[in-house]
């Protein structure tokens, strides 16, 4: 590999050797650019902007250095995506805990007709392909926040509930260069 510099590596080896980086667009507190490798991409960020110290329900977008656990997709919705990272389709009784209180909060559950958490089978698309990230789960806080997916932006990029919302497209992208381990950084700068 001698001889090479960083431009002509394949955008594998790149990724392999720096975080992707999501940092809030200028003047524009609910939107982001996503910096994979050379690329650049356009992304929503929660109602409340950027926060350090995320809490349940606030809206915000925490800050800091992610690792990206498994990628989810809704199988009668699209293709199986390309990905090294762990894969699974969602099921139709598939959720989210987001109850503090709940003993499986901030972990992928299976829904009963009375629980209240976040439903990944959603009538909308944004849960079509979602990348999981590794905020507040080792060791879990309760009422820190849960739920801090990548997923399908809405139209306009619009603010998400404190997610990251790329376009399909995008979000393909990243999920077809990432592998177990990788980091996903949200900065302000």
Known sequence: MAGRDKKSLPIREVLAQRPIVVRRAPGRPHEALLFLGGHVCRAALGRSGLAALKREGD????????CMRQVLYRADRGVRPRTLLPLRAIRSDDGWSEDPSDPNYNRLVKLSPRNTSDRLTRQDH????????????????RGRGSAIFVHLAREGYTPTAGCIGLSRHDLLQVIAHMKRGMKLMVTRQ
């Open 59 to 66: 809206g915000a977008t925490p800050i800091g250095r992610f």
């Open 126 to 141: 944004l849960y079509d392909l979602i990348i999981v990230l590794g905020y507040n789960d080792v060791p879990r806080v």
